[in-house]
């Protein structure tokens, strides 16, 4: 793909759920395979605030992503990118059925709010890289 793919949205906290999805032994192995890293066992959520971020992610979505095992839960693709600059990570797109358009869950080796000190509504930059 070559072009920049860039987008920035606004961290909120959500359900919790990915915190099981990530704790799956077979899930936490084959997001190392793909990914060159073990994710921390939970996701920063995103929401895509601006058209502009919208369609970045949408036409980045529409590629093929790298394949995650499901492991009895629902399969992932994962796209990974670069997290404020210099943060290495992987946006997470579970297949199912309506899932939000303008959501983005990531994953990194470390909790990112931590990490990066971000609280809900907090602004995020990341770029998708191939």
């Known amino acids: 793909m070559g072009a920049k793919r860039k987008l920035t949205?606004?961290?909120f906290s959500d359900l919790g759920r990915a915190a099981s999805f990530m704790a799956v032994?077979?899930?936490a192995a084959a997001m190392r395979a793909a990914l060159g890293f073990a994710a921390y066992p939970g996701t920063l959520n995103v929401r895509l605030d601006t058209p502009a971020a919208r369609a970045v992610w949408s036409s980045v979505r529409d590629g093929s992503g790298i394949p995650i095992a499901a492991g009895g839960f629902c399969a992932a693709r994962c796209f990974p990118a670069l997290i404020e600059g210099n943060w290495r990570g992987a946006v997470i797109l579970?297949?199912?059925a309506d899932y939000p358009a303008d959501k983005l869950e990531i994953v990194a080796?470390?909790?990112l709010k931590d990490a990066l000190k971000l609280a809900d509504g907090a602004r995020l930059t990341l770029e998708f890289v191939d």
């Open 9 to 11: 949205g606004v961290v």
């Open 25 to 27: 032994d077979s899930v």
């Open 94 to 96: 579970p297949e199912v």
């Open 109 to 111: 080796p470390a909790r």
